[in-house]
C-alpha cells in the first residue's frame, strides 16, 4: 500500500510530464510516425527535465528517483498520446551499467548520461535466427590483442541510429565448451560513433510502428578490451539482472497506454450521437470500456506491487512477469475495444487512434513475448516441467 506522501509525489510526476507532452500534441506523433521520424527535442526535453535520467543515482548526476517514479514517468507519457518507445530504453539500459559496469566505466560514462552528452539508449540482444532463444546467439567476440573483435548479426536493434552507445551481448566461449548454455556469453559497451562504417553496419527496418528498429551487420568490429561489461562469460546474468526493471516499466508503460485508450473511447461514446442518442449509452459500447477500465486498474495493481517489491530489493520476477502480461493485454484489449468505438473513424489517422493500436500490438512480443511469459510461470512459479 502506498502512503499518501507517496501518492502525492507520483501525482506531481504525473502532471510535470503531462504538462511536458502538452508542448508536443499528437499530431507531431503523428508527422512522425509518417515521416518514421525520432523525436529529438522531446527526448532531449524530457532529458534536461531529469525524466529520462530517472534511475541515474544522484552522485552521477541523475534523477536518483525509484523504480515507482520511473513507472509513472512512462505511463504520463503513453496516457498522453506520445510513444514512450523513444524513451523506455534510456532508463533501464543504464541500469546494466550501474549494476555491473567498472568504477571507471561508471565515472566515464553515468554523468555524461545524466547530462544529456551520452545517449545509451539501444540494446543489442535478438537475432535473426536465434530470436527467443538467446543463449543459442551467434554473434561472437574474440579476443585478439588488445581488443575484442566481434562478428555476426542483430535484428530489431532499436535506436541505433539515435543513441551513441549500444550494450551488446555475444559469446566469448564456444557453445559446447561451456557446462551451461547461459555460460560463455559476455555483454559489451560498443562505442556506436566510432563503431558505424568501421565493423558495424547498420540498415534501418521498414516496420509497423515507428521504432527506429535495425538490423545490425558486425564484420570484424574492433572494441577496446576495457569495453566488456561486467565479468567475461557472465553476460547473461548483466542481461538477466535487468529484466525484472525493464518488464516493470514497459508494464507501465502499457497501463498508460490503455488508459489512453479508456479515455478516448469514453470521450468519444458520450459525444458521437448516431439513431439520435449517443453510442455511449447502449450498454454494447459502454461494457467493453468498463471492462477494459476494471482490467487495466488491476494490471496497474500488479505494477505497483512488482516496483514496490523491486525497491524493497525483495525478489520480483514473477511479479514484473505478471504485470508486463496483465498491462500488455490490457492495453492491447483496450486498443481493440478503442478501435470499435471509434467505428470508421477509428481508421482515420486524423483520431490517432490507428498508431498507437499499432504500437501497444508490440508488447504482446516484445521485449518478451507473452508465451515466453507464461512459460516462465508454469515453470517457475507453478512447478510444471520445464517445455523447452
Ligand atoms: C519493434 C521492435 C523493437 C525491438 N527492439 C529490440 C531491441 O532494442 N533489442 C533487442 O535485442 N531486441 C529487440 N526486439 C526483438 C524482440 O525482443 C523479439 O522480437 C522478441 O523477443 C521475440 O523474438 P523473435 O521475434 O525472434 O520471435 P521468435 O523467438 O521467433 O518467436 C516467435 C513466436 O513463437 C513463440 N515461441 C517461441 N518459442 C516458444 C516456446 N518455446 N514456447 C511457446 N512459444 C514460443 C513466441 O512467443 C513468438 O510469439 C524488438 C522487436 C521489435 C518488433
Not at 492495453?331 to 477509428?346: L, P, R
Amino acid at each position: 500500500m502506498l502512503s499518501d506522501e507517496r501518492r502525492q509525489t507520483i501525482a506531481e510526476i504525473k502532471k510535470a510530464v503531462a504538462a511536458l507532452c502538452d508542448n508536443y500534441g499528437e499530431d507531431y506523433w503523428r508527422r512522425l510516425d509518417a515521416e518514421r521520424g525520432y523525436p529529438t527535442e522531446f527526448v532531449r526535453e524530457m532529458t534536461e527535465a531529469g525524466f529520462l535520467t530517472a534511475l541515474i543515482p544522484e552522485e552521477y548526476g541523475g534523477s536518483g528517483m525509484a523504480l515507482l517514479d520511473a513507472c509513472a514517468i512512462l505511463e504520463e507519457i503513453s496516457r498522453r498520446g506520445a510513444h514512450a518507445g523513444a524513451c523506455h530504453a534510456q532508463m533501464y539500459v543504464m541500469g546494466a551499467l550501474l549494476r555491473h559496469g567498472s568504477d571507471a566505466q561508471k565515472a566515464a560514462y553515468l554523468p555524461k548520461i545524466a547530462a544529456g552528452e551520452l545517449r545509451l539508449q539501444s540494446f543489442g540482444v535478438t537475432e535473426p535466427s536465434t530470436g527467443t532463444d538467446t543463449t543459442s546467439l551467434k554473434t561472437v567476440a574474440k579476443r585478439d590483442g588488445d581488443v575484442w573483435k566481434i562478428s555476426g548479426q542483430k535484428v530489431w536493434i532499436s535506436r541505433v541510429e539515435h543513441s551513441d552507445l549500444m550494450v551488446l551481448l555475444a559469446r566469448t566461449t564456444p557453445l559446447p565448451e561451456v557446462s551451461k548454455k547461459t555460460e560463455g556469453l559476455s555483454a559489451f559497451i560498443v562505442d556506436l560513433r566510432s563503431a558505424i562504417g568501421n565493423g558495424l553496419t547498420v540498415q534501418p527496418i521498414d516496420a509497423m510502428i515507428n521504432h527506429h528498429a535495425c538490423e545490425l551487420f558486425f564484420d570484424d568490429l574492433e572494441i577496446p578490451l576495457d569495453n566488456l561489461l561486467g565479468q567475461e562469460g557472465k553476460g547473461f546474468r548483466v542481461i538477466l539482472d535487468g529484466m525484472n526493471a525493464e518488464r516493470i516499466l514497459i508494464a507501465a508503460e502499457c497501463v498508460g497506454d490503455s488508459r489512453y485508450f479508456i479515455e478516448k473511447s469514453s470521450d468519444y461514446a458520450r459525444e458521437r450521437v448516431v439513431f439520435g442518442r449517443p453510442i455511449g449509452a447502449n450498454q454494447g459500447v459502454q461494457f467493453p470500456i468498463a471492462r477494459c477500465h476494471a482490467e487495466t486498474e488491476a494490471a496497474a495493481l500488479m505494477v505497483e506491487r512488482a516496483a514496490l517489491l523491486f525497491e524493497a530489493g525483495a525478489p520480483c520476477g514473477p511479479e514484473a512477469n505478471m504485470a508486463k502480461m496483465l498491462a500488455a493485454d490490457a492495453s492491447w484489449k483496450a486498443g481493440d475495444v478503442a478501435m470499435q468505438t471509434h467505428g470508421g473513424f477509428a481508421f482515420s489517422r486524423e483520431y490517432h487512434i490507428e498508431r498507437k493500436f499499432r504500437e501497444t500490438r508490440l508488447y504482446q512480443i516484445a521485449p518478451i513475448s507473452t508465451n515466453l511469459i507464461l512459460s516462465y510461470l508454469a515453470e517457475h512459479v507453478l512447478g510444471l516441467p520445464r517445455s523447452f
